[in-house]
């Protein structure tokens, strides 16, 4: 959306000034450091709307920056790094990356990505601030407030990134649908997923990690073998509240 706040995180001066040319041209208001410590500071200072963010940094590397941003905010968080290696790319979105894109990128296909979060984020804030009543969703020791965006599992509360938080939501408000992977990406990162469904797998992990009383046998998120994964219901056991 124009007039959104970039804050682009990166210590190569050319694609620095790249990506800003890119933004500046969509109307975005681009703010930049190659220092990672400074990217935390300005992450709460100036609470950008979406954060472009490098792993090669001075100071804190990219993953460092990720983690410590969680800890205040729920921005979303697209890293950009010449780490193309499946393990650096899971462990980007295990410490709480909604995205990941590899250098050398396409300008274009990087703007798309931004649209899409600002754009999702968007509609998320505006359904929040729409819904009166809200709803709580209880099921057998989960609950998911939608309006307040907490989830408790056994009473206690449990923190979820935005992404992951938007992942849970679809699911457990259309139980027993069974999403394919492509689709669930699409539906939830709102651009095509180009084949890479790595960031919905790795995002669905985080999840059962966080809210199954045994994230390897998992009774909320089941697999559907061939298609993807829904969430389980079995008949009296969820409960909405208005």
Not at 77 to 84: A, E, R, V
Not at 177 to 200: E, K, N, P
Request: net charge negative; hydrophobic share 40%.
């Amino acid at each position: 959306m124009s007039g959104s706040k970039i804050l682009v995180v990166d210590d190569e001066a050319d694609i620095t000034e790249l990506i800003t040319l890119y933004m500046e041209r969509e109307g975005y208001a681009v703010h930049t450091t190659d220092n990672g410590e400074d990217a935390v500071q300005m992450a709460e200072s100036i609470a950008p709307d979406m954060i472009l963010l490098d792993i090669s940094l001075k100071n804190l590397d990219g993953f460092e920056v990720c983690k410590q941003i969680r800890t205040i905010s729920n921005v979303p968080i697209l890293f950009i790094s010449c780490m193309s290696d499946d393990t650096d790319i899971i462990h980007g979105l295990t410490v709480g990356g909604d995205d990941y894109m590899t250098k050398p990128f396409s300008p274009s296909q990087l703007v798309a990505r931004v649209k899409a979060h600002l754009r999702r984020q968007s509609v998320n804030e505006q359904r929040s601030i729409e819904r009166i009543t809200g709803e709580v969703l209880q099921l057998d020791g989960l609950e998911i407030n939608l309006p307040a965006r907490t989830v408790h599992v056994q009473d206690r509360e449990v923190f979820l990134s935005a992404k992951e938080f938007e992942l849970l939501v679809r699911l457990a408000k259309t139980p027993n649908r069974a999403f394919a992977l492509d689709d669930l990406y699409t539906i939830v990162w709102g651009h095509d997923s180009m084949g890479d469904t790595r960031t919905l797998m790795v995002h669905i992990s985080n999840l059962r990690k966080k809210i199954e009383p045994d994230p390897a046998n998992p009774i909320y998120i089941v697999t559907v073998r061939g298609v993807g994964y829904k969430f389980n219901f079995k008949e009296g056991n969820l409960h909405v509240q208005r």
